[in-house]
Nanobody, 124 residues
Framework: VQLQASGGGLVQAGGSLRLSCRAS????????MGWFRQAPGKEREFVAA????????YYADPVKGRFTISRDNAKNAVYLQMNSLKPEDTAVYYC??????????????????WGQGTLVTVSS
């Protein structure tokens, strides 16, 4: 499966952005989906994940209550709605697909396919 992330940009602290990730290739609903991010000089970290039906979601503590992951299997897309953005949210955001579709996993090794990343910059 090929993944294409979009929607990044520059936003002021407290603002919102919605990231999108479009998938092509194999059946999108065969995969759980996740969002990860990598800030300059830091390791890639988990942000949010969603199971193949959307019935199960999981969030990293720093984004709980501010970010929402969702998916539309008819459109082969997964989204990340980001509200109340903070400067520490600045990073390149990556979407990823996991064949372990029942689980909304935070484990990087579960994800076999990755998009190219989209940059989110939050100014203070």
């Amino acid at each position: 499966v090929q993944l294409q992330a979009s929607g990044g940009g520059l936003v002021q602290a407290g603002g919102s952005l919605r990231l999108s990730c479009r998938a092509s290739g194999r059946t999108f609903s065969s995969y759980a989906m996740g969002w990860f991010r990598q800030a300059p000089g830091k390791e890639r970290e988990f942000v949010a994940a969603i199971s193949w039906t959307g019935g199960s979601t999981y969030y990293a503590d720093p984004v709980k209550g501010r970010f929402t992951i969702s998916r539309d299997n008819a459109k082969n897309a997964v989204y990340l709605q980001m509200n109340s953005l903070k400067p520490e949210d600045t990073a390149v955001y990556y979407c990823a697909a996991s064949p372990f579709r029942e689980a909304a996993s935070w484990l990087v090794d579960r994800y076999h396919y990755w998009g190219q990343g989209t940059l989110v910059t939050v100014s203070s």
